[in-house]
């Protein structure tokens, strides 16, 4: 039987990687043996993929340039890691993945989301997540939590509007796929939230 696709998103700070690896080790529990949990995370994932992502991060480009760099680096990832673990009846667990680009490309720095579709189209065929978590916070939450964190990257560094039309554009498409979407309020604490995520993962 194909494993299932989770993947994590939500604005820098959110708290995305903070539940990665307690989700996986949730999963393991359930599955009990009879399947394996693969973590990953995008822009990278695989070792080209992470050769691409430091480009992303820390250097200038034109904005149609950044959209190809990252599904290149989604191609890969899909070819070389996601599709092979589904087929094999494992599971996978992607701290960001397409809607990111959707939120940050299209929402925060305007690439018009047609662009993005055909994008998407041509690199997934199909594939798309069997349940997106979406870390939902404002950008005062978010931006509290990171200061002081690490030294921000290139996109970390963006304004507030760039963030909070990345916020918006996240939930744009979390109600236009309300299926595969659920949303979690991360304002709350993390065992508050880990007690949602358990009860979504009960439904899976
Ligand atoms: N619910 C929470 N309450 C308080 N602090 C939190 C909560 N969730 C995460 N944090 C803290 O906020 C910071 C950012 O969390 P995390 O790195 O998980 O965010 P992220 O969504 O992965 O961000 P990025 O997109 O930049 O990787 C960390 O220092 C983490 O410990
Ligand atoms: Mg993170």
């Known amino acids: 039987m194909r494993g299932k696709f989770i993947t994590f998103e939500g604005i820098d700070g959110a708290g995305k ?3 990665v690896e307690w989700v996986a080790d949730r999963l393991r529990a359930r599955l009990a043996g009879t399947a394996s949990v693969v973590t990953t995370r995008e822009p990278g994932g695989t070792p080209l993929g992470e050769d691409l992502r430091q480009l992303l991060l820390h250097r200038k480009m034109h904005l149609e340039t950044e959209a190809l760099l990252m599904f290149a680096a989604r191609r890969e990832h899909i070819a070389e890691v996601i599709e092979p673990a589904l087929t094999r009846g494992d599971w996978v667990v992607s701290d960001r993945f ?3 680009t959707f939120a940050y490309q299209g929402g925060g720095r305007g690439l018009p989301r047609a662009r993005l579709e055909v994008l998407e189209a041509w690199v997934q065929d199909g594939l798309q997540p069997d349940l997106t978590l979406l870390f939902d916070v ?4 978010a931006s509290a939590r990171l200061a002081g964190a690490r ?7 963006e304004s507030r509007t760039f963030f909070e039309r990345t916020r918006q ?3 744009r498409r979390a109600a236009e796929s309300a299926q595969r979407f659920r949303v979690i309020d991360a304002t709350r604490s993390i065992p508050e939230i880990q ?3 358990e009860k979504i993962l009960a439904t899976l």
Do not use: Q, R, W
């Not at 404002?138 to 939450?141: G, M, S, V």
């Not at 030294?151 to 560094?157: G, I, Q, T, V, Y």
């Open 169 to 171: 554009e996240y939930l």
């Open 17 to 19: 990687s903070t539940h």
């Open 138 to 141: 404002p950008l005062e939450t």
């Open 98 to 100: 397409t809607d990111a």
């Open 195 to 197: 007690v949602e995520l």
């Open 151 to 157: 030294e921000p990257d290139k996109f970390e560094a």
